[in-house]
């Protein structure tokens, strides 16, 4: 399943409102790790389909959503239940880490 890009207008209806799962990536096209991820990201929506809700967040386009998760550096992956943030990602990780934080909490 292909990333969903969020925006401020639909985070609340998309992400925040969502029951499952949903790993949220914020980055910015001129972020070099960012575009290492991404790869990553794509990656994970495949594997995990229906599953997870992946979602991309540019800070560059939407700083207010920036703001409210508190972001300082990019690339950050914010893992949400229930619309609850529960675990943070900052930088490039192993994909083994993404994957064994949403395997845990499926």
Known sequence: MTPMTVTNHNFNAEVAECSQLVLVDFWASWCGPCRML?????KLGEEYGEKVLIAKVDVDAEPD???RFG????PTVVFLKNGKEFERLVGVQNPQVYMDILDKNL
């Open 38 to 42: 991404a790869s990553v990201i794509e």
């Open 65 to 67: 959503l920036a703001r």
């Open 71 to 74: 972001i300082m550096s990019i």
